[in-house]
């Protein structure tokens, strides 16, 4: 009966270093002179990195710019935060070396310039 009891614990013990073994990371100790052996290469290639897909927010393309010297009231009415009002002011103090004008010169307030700064462009002719 006494060895059956031993052989049971034996077994028990046994499977439980196998499964710490098994969880331990492994370590190689290289020898003096000898160089540690290569690591294989995983046998599956590595995924591509994930494309970035464009922000919402990103500051639109030179080409959909609204130019302020030359914009018509109905454009420029579409912008957010410019109204009628604001609009006919933008054309009479025409024409702007540069859209910060708006600003500069108190025809937008700073945040409705803040709002537009990034959809406008004062081009030169």
Known sequence: MRNILRLCLLVLLSTFAAAALAQAPATSIAKVGKSAPAQQQ????????????????AAPKPAELLDI???????????????????????????????????QKNILPKGVYEKIKDKIIAKQK
């Open 69 to 103: 010297n030359s914009a018509t009231k109905e454009e420029l009415d579409a912008l957010p935060g410019i109204g009628e009002a604001r609009s006919v002011a933008i054309i009479k103090g025409r024409p702007y070396k540069g859209k910060d004008e708006l600003y």
């Open 42 to 57: 995983p046998a599956t290639p590595a995924p591509e990195p994930a494309k970035e897909s464009p922000a919402k927010d």
